[in-house]
């Protein structure tokens, strides 16, 4: 069964930075593109980043670029989201999400940026 | 850029059929796109990925109810014997070199 599972949410505050973690499970890793998706409360989904199989691409929404940094150990079968300068619009639950079309999603980790 | 356009929502019976409409905007309409649902207060599930010849792939355990079609720019999700869980949020998304894109998504009540 394939299980993604993240963690490392929390309140932080504005200029802050917190890392995201997904740790996989049930399929080979090491051969899936992987994303992280955000979804502000109340709003849609938006696509954050996403990184290739080898770490060889990684692309960044223009709301997240220079800010963000999207990483992976396949030998841990984790993806990680190092975010640093959090601002209040960054306050959202975010997704890992497997695969160029998403198709399976972890539950969520919840990141209130908040002073 | 590509955009994705929904109506921001639809309803329909119990029972009934209901069809959504993702737009691709001008230019992209050999996009393929894949659809999620999103439940209230729950992360969103894969439905299925749709290719611009009506071809489509479900994910796991997606029902026969739903089913996919395309038009053009058009993209539609479908889902027949409206059930009760179906009432969510919907989702189109589609993706390229160096993006993926979402949809504003459609508000389902099922009535």
């Known amino acids: 069964e394939v299980q993604l599972v993240e963690s490392g949410g929390g309140l932080v505050q504005p200029g802050g930075s917190l890392r995201l973690s997904c740790a996989a499970s049930g399929f080979t890793f090491s051969s899936y593109t992987m994303s992280w998706v955000r979804q502000a409360p109340g709003k849609g989904l938006e696509w954050v980043s996403y990184i290739t199989s080898g770490s060889t691409s990684i692309y960044y929404a223009d709301s997240v670029k220079g800010r963000f940094t999207v990483s992976r150990d396949n030998a841990k079968n984790s993806l990680y989201l190092q975010m640093n300068s959090l601002r209040d619009e960054d306050t959202a639950v975010y997704y890992c999400?497997?695969?160029?079309?998403?198709?399976?999603w972890g539950q969520g980790a919840l990141v209130t940026v908040s002073s | 850029q590509v955009v994705l356009t929904q109506s921001p929502s639809a309803s329909a019976s119990l029972g009934a059929s209901v069809k959504l409409t993702c737009t691709l905007s001008s230019g992209h309409s050999s996009y393929a796109i894949a659809w999620h649902q999103q439940q209230p207060e729950k992360g969103p599930r894969y439905l299925m990925k749709l290719s611009s010849d009506g071809s489509h792939s479900k994910g796991d355990g997606i029902p026969d109810r739903f089913s996919g079609s395309s038009s053009g720019a058009e993209r539609y999700l479908t889902i027949s014997s409206l059930q009760s869980e179906d009432e969510a949020d919907y989702y189109c998304q589609t993706w390229g070199t160096a993006f993926r894109v979402f949809g504003g998504g459609t508000k389902l009540t099922v009535l």
């Open positions: 999400a497997r695969e160029t079309v998403h198709d399976y």
